[in-house]
């Protein structure tokens, strides 16, 4: 299992950002796939969720009508549109896939807001 998050970088407050995970190694139409983020000093936090089939997603209510989890199944690829940006949308954000029992994890990709 490879995930691999790009897309990151630098963003200003009431900007947009979208992030990628390009999925290997496993059948990714078969599984969930969910965005995690670590803000500067905190636990690692759950973000949004998107179902196998892409029909049932979820949010923190922080992101709520902010961000839009989507993925693309013929591609392998999951992707984060992250819209009305604000500094404490500051972390490093994850890619992470449930499969089998095990958590599976990209190297993350660092999203910064600022002026």
């Known amino acids: 299992v490879h995930l691999v998050e790009s897309g990151g970088g630098l963003g200003q407050p009431g900007g947009s950002l979208r992030l990628s995970c390009a999925a290997s190694?496993?059948?990714?139409?078969?599984?969930?796939a969910t965005w995690y983020r670590q803000r500067p000093g905190k636990e690692r936090e759950w973000v949004a969720s998107i179902s196998s089939s892409g029909g049932s997603t979820q949010y923190t209510d922080s992101v709520k009508g902010r961000f839009t989890i989507s993925r693309d199944n013929g591609k392998n690829m999951v992707y984060l549109q992250m819209n009305t940006l604000k500094p404490a949308d500051t972390a490093l954000y994850y890619c992470n896939a449930f499969i089998m029992g095990n958590d599976y994890w990209g190297q993350g990709t660092q999203v910064t807001v600022s002026l």
């Open positions: 190694g496993f059948t990714f139409s078969n599984f969930a």
